[in-house]
């Protein structure tokens, strides 16, 4: 996978379960050597052509949160009881083919689950790795949007002089740069964090959620300097846009970051 010769998959999140995947239902029965999988994931990107997917599933033996691989080879046909239907009409990550899957009496050998993973304490470990995997992935769409609109501003004429000499599209361009900035120091402290082994996960949530808002503002902004022609794609700028609204709620909503970030500063949860 490293080498970019196989393509992994993560399933969690189910179609009745996105924001409290901790509830998820699809099951995991043992017999003998091997368990049997039960259930339904959706929104799982790279699933309908990955080689090697993490199943998470619920042990109806303990009640816990277990992880299992399910391995194909290339050019081969995906096994009995695993079924993926590519989700169409998205309006945004375009490039990544998301599924709905469709889980029956798939067999996976106790050799194949993995040992690391025997509760959703061991998943939420996972979750603090990616969120800040997708703070990271919000400043390449802000950068992308401010350079585009920048460009822009200093070629696009109107009432006589280019739109970057206007006094609101300047005021636009320093709020942008101003958030661009700040994702980056955030990104820059976050990555420090993790590899001296000190983020936690309202950290990884605060990055996400902080980072998200403000590229999101940031691509909008791009879009209306653009104008009308902020809305073609050959400019980009609604490409990134598109993305961001994407990006904003997966690896969890800001909703679910607020909240992660405010048990963490009161001691209370307000989850439900």
Known sequence: MARMEMIGAFALTEPDHGSDSVALETTARREGDTWVLDGAKRWIGNASYAHVIVIYARDVADGQVKAFVLEREPDTEFPAGFEPTVITGKIGKRAILQPDIVISGLRIP??????GC???????????????????????????????????????????????????????????????????????????????????????????????????????????????????????????????????????????????????????????
Do not use: W
């Open 118 to 272: 025997s509760s959703f304490k061991d998943v939420n470990r996972v979750l603090s790795t990616t969120r800040g995997g997708v703070a990271v992935e919000t400043l390449g769409h802000a950068v992308a949007a401010y350079e585009a609109a920048v460009a822009y501003a200093g070629q696009r004429v109107q009432f006589g002089k280019p739109i970057a000499g206007h006094q609101l599209v300047q005021g636009q361009l320093a709020t942008m740069l101003a958030d661009v900035t700040n994702i980056k120091l955030t990104c820059f402290r976050l990555l420090e964090l993790q590899d001296q082994g000190r983020l936690t996960g309202p950290m990884a949530s605060l990055a996400k959620m902080s980072a998200a808002r403000q590229a999101r503002r940031v691509t909008s902004m791009a879009r209306d300097i653009l104008g009308g022609n902020g809305l073609l794609l050959e400019n980009h700028v609604a490409r990134h846009l598109t993305d961001m609204e994407v990006v904003y709620t997966y690896e969890g909503t800001d909703s679910m970051q607020s909240l992660i970030v405010g048990r963490a500063i009161t001691g209370v949860s307000a989850f439900a």
């Open 110 to 115: 106790e050799a194949d689950r993995l040992p």
